[in-house]
């Protein structure tokens, strides 16, 4: 038998990828659980009285953040107003099914649950988008609407905060990703452990030193409850050689994934772009028009193959309608 | 490369079908029978998605390289006398020979603003298999072709300590600090920096302000994402930056940073110059997990392959990406880095606020434990990482110099703290 290296009794279950150190199950939970509490303090990620929506997709990484915010919330008092906040794309066979595990984590940690549809937002649900424009680039449109849905859904339910699951490995892909696309304003971005401190809703990643394994091990041992079903629109391949890249690179050097090493970056950045406001919607944005806009509007006059080049200014010459240059010369 | 020389990037996949279709018209348009640049020969090459002959080709390869040349030149009104730096490889090998081209007489520019000095070589032997007497002779023979003077380092001079001279010869040294390490990346971290110093130290014994590298597109984007990983982010802009103040008085400057590996192969292949190949660490290797670098250069091969603006793109991402300023004079004691204040013995040296960082496994043993703490106060975070991987006993005397160094600044820091004025201001 193995010994736990912590508690020097228990029966030692796991191997931390982190740190490769031997533990039982509840010097595991506890080691977790503790490192994500002091991630919070540290960061003052909350305070006191806080509405916090957990942006909630039924998959691993939100079940497991869903109830470690709830336990801990408990344990250090932190007087938080929780609740579960989910985004419904439409999507058949996909989403509604992971929905039902959201539902029943509603029940479980007895905390409420808002669901936003695309469809009651934009009109349009992902199987409409799918059969309209086809398999090719649908995910940018899923990922646009994504990002403003959840804001819109908790400004409906007046949140001051929006939390993500978003692990230590989601936060080196996207800093991959950003450094092979060339995209310096989103890789000073991404990195940060909150987003959007001024415009729109504050978002928080408390797993940002959490390694996706960790919270893998943490949701078997526990038994949650979650939805492991790739989208079924086809994940995105460019994505996948990052994420391969990592898992080996994880493999040769368990620490690169943290994302300590790379947040320094940020601060070595010599442009940051500004961020105003969308003319349209109001959401935040670094264009005149907010990608969402742009995209909707292509949809619904039934051009969206024009506009999906995606990333350039070009982009919004020939999609933003004059409108918009009238405004900037007024 | 095939004979003719004839190559081209394959189309990419993911690009928007807007992009794709611009590519494939611009591609369709441009495959020409007769170059598109000087409209009279018949053209032999395609590059970059232009099908030109081989004098524009050579002529559009010296033009870039001069731009690149010149974004180097730190000041503008001086002759430079610069040393380059041959490993032996294509690129370094291209490197002296468009270099003494562009002195020579295809510029006028270049001969007034640059002079070859001489040419450095770090003989690794020791750390991969011995050089014999042959490479020894045709790496010799690739500089007295130019007529340009030529310095063989040994690596095990970075082992060189007038203080304290030892009994064991610098290759037992070397083979120490080989098998002191406990992985393969951590080796080939600390070659690349030892090497870099030693070249440093060097052109700077020799009177030299500046060393030209070689380093391609291809190894630019490699290191740059390698680094990264290595948790040396905060550093590339002095690692594989134009104008670093990495090494202090001496610059290193990558002329060749425009070119990708196949370019410069069909320069080489018609020009007939030839390399001379030295193997490294991970040469022989068929395992993908070799090491950090290993594992990158076959990564971004690979998306090469697929998305053939891979390379220049993080070119792009690399330029943009900048040192903070920092007033602070340390630098990390194995590889020269500067230290940000967060990356101080505050914050990794003390009790990890990551339990990741300060792994207990492996670094046991109490005979050591003064000089780790010492060391390892001092270095950089990526070199801290690379404390993780290393018995700190074989590293070279001048990482304790260094260490020592820097804690006497630091205490002498401490004790007048409270009367300097905020820095950074």
């Known amino acids: 038998m193995k010994e736990c290296t912590r508690c020097k009794t228990g029966r030692a279950v796991v191997k931390r990828p982190k740190t490769a150190e031997m533990m039982c199950k509840p010097c595991f939970y506890h080691v977790f659980e503790e490192e994500i509490h002091q991630t919070i303090v540290d960061n003052k990620l909350f305070k006191a009285g806080d509405r916090v929506a957990i942006a909630a997709s039924g998959g691993k990484d939100s079940t497991v953040l869903a109830e470690v915010m709830t336990t801990l919330n408990q344990r250090y008092n932190y007087g938080l107003d929780l609740f579960l906040l989910s985004v419904d794309e439409g999507i058949t066979g996909y989403r509604d099914d992971s929905l039902e595990t959201v539902k029943r984590n509603q029940e479980q940690y007895k905390i409420p649950l808002k669901i936003v549809s695309y469809e009651e937002l934009y009109g349009w649900t992902m199987d409409a988008i799918v059969a309209k424009i086809g398999l090719k680039n649908n995910c940018t449109f899923c990922g646009v609407f994504r990002r403003q849905a959840l804001d819109r859904g908790a400004m409906l339910l007046k949140a001051d905060k929006i939390v993500t699951g978003h692990n230590a490995d989601d936060i080196a892909e996207t800093v991959l990703l950003n450094l092979l696309r060339g995209d310096i304003s989103r890789l000073t971005r991404c990195t940060s452990i909150t987003t959007g401190t001024e415009d729109a809703l504050p978002r928080m990643k408390p797993f940002k030193y959490t390694y996706e394994k960790e919270i893998v091990m943490y949701a078997y041992f526990k038994k949650l409850d979650y939805f492991s079903t790739e989208c079924i629109y086809s994940p995105n391949a460019y994505r996948g050689y990052a994420r391969n890249f990592l898992k080996d690179l994880e493999a040769i050097r368990p620490s690169s994934i943290i994302g300590e090493n790379l947040h320094i970056q940020q601060e070595t950045l010599s442009k940051i772009p500004e961020q105003g406001k969308c003319s349209r919607c109001n959401y935040i944005s670094s264009n005149p028009v907010c990608k969402a806009c742009i995209l909707l509007d292509s949809l619904n006059r039934g051009m969206p193959k024009i506009e999906i080049a995606d990333e350039g200014e070009k982009v919004e010459k020939e999609v933003v309608p004059t409108s918009v240059h009238k405004t900037i010369n007024f | ?425």
């Open chain 2, 1 to 425: 490369m095939s004979e003719g020389g004839k190559f081209e990037d394959n189309s990419c996949g993911e690009v928007p079908p807007e992009e794709a279709r611009r590519q494939a018209d611009r591609l369709k348009k441009k495959i020409s029978d007769i170059c598109v640049k000087c409209r009279t020969e018949k053209s032999t090459l395609l590059f970059r998605k232009e099908s030109i002959c081989w004098p524009c080709y050579e002529d559009q390869i010296i033009r870039k390289f001069k731009t690149q040349l010149n974004a180097t030149r730190k000041n503008k009104s001086q002759l430079e006398k610069v040393l380059i730096a041959f490993s032996g490889g294509p690129s370094s090998r291209a490197l002296i020979h468009i270099l003494n081209e562009c002195i020579l007489g295809r510029s006028n520019q270049a001969s007034a603003f640059f002079e070859i000095g001489g040419i450095i070589h770090i003989d690794e032997s020791g750390v991969t298999k011995p050089e014999t007497a042959e490479e020894k002779e045709k790496l010799a023979q690739v500089a007295a072709s130019y007529n340009i003077p030529y310095h063989s380092v040994p690596f095990g001079s970075i082992f060189n300590d007038s203080e304290n001279p030892t009994q064991e010869t610098n290759r037992e040294k070397i083979e120490k600090l080989m098998q002191g390490c406990t992985t393969n990346t951590t080796r080939e971290d600390i070659i690349f920096h030892m090497r870099n110093l030693l070249i440093a130290n060097t052109a700077r014994t020799l009177g030299y302000e500046k060393v030209l590298f070689g380093t391609s597109a291809s190894r630019m984007a490699t290191t740059l994402i390698s680094l990264v990983c290595k948790g040396r982010g905060y550093n590339v802009a002095q690692e594989i930056g134009n104008n670093d103040t990495k090494y202090g008085d001496v610059q290193f400057g990558y002329p060749m940073r425009d070119f990708l590996g196949k370019e410069v192969s069909v320069y080489n292949h018609h020009k007939h110059l030839e390399d001379v190949f030295l193997p490294s660490l991970d040469t022989k290797t068929s395992d993908p997990k070799f090491s950090i670098d290993h594992l990158t250069e076959s990564f971004i091969e690979g998306l090469q392959v697929d998305f053939s603006h891979t390379v220049h793109t993080l070119l792009r991402s690399s330029v943009k990406l900048t040192m903070p300023k920092i007033d602070q004079p340390m630098t990390c004691s194995i590889c020269a880095a500067s230290l940000l204040p967060s990356t101080t013995s505050q914050s990794i040296g003390g009790e990890g606020k990551e339990d990741s960082c300060c792994g207990e496994n492996g670094c046991g043993g109490e005979e050591w434990l003064v000089v780790v703490a010492n060391i390892s106060d001092y270095v950089c975070g990526g070199c801290h990482r690379v404390m993780n991987e290393i018995s700190p006993q074989v590293l070279p005397p001048y990482v304790q110099h260094n260490a020592d160094r820097n804690g006497r600044s630091s205490r002498l820091r401490s004790q007048i703290e409270d009367y300097l004025l905020d820095d950074g201001e």
